[in-house]
């Protein structure tokens, strides 16, 4: 969950960068990155790579997608909700149905 907060944070950032030709908000940007990416990899240690990759990327598009309608005015439909509100639904199911083996006791 970190690790998408800080997805959404640098997704929803990236604007304000202008193509990374502003050093403020680019920096900001990219610690975000890394603050996503750090916890992600701590998190597959234990968790199967494609459950763990599919809930960070649903979560980071659906709060970026959410946020774009709410700050950065991209269009707001029935549709683009109806979308969101299923990638919601998947990253819920791998959730509750993904396997709770960690890596290591899988591969032996």
């Known amino acids: 969950m ?9 997704a929803s950032g990236l604007p304000a960068t202008h193509g990374f030709t502003r050093p403020g908000p680019t920096v900001i940007v990219i610690a975000a990155m890394l603050a996503s ?16 990759y599919a809930v960070w990327t649903g979560l980071g598009a659906t709060g970026t997608a959410s946020l774009g309608m709410l700050w950065h005015g991209d269009p707001v439909s029935v549709l683009r909700i109806l979308g969101i509100s299923l990638v919601i639904l998947g990253v819920a199911g791998l959730q509750a149905f993904g396997e709770t083996k960690s890596v290591k006791e899988s591969s032996a």
Not at 37 to 52: E, Q
Request: net charge positive.
């Open 2 to 10: 970190i690790s998408a907060c800080f997805e959404v944070a640098w």
């Open 37 to 52: 990416f750090l916890p992600l990899a701590k998190a597959v240690r234990t968790l199967p790579i494609g459950s763990a």
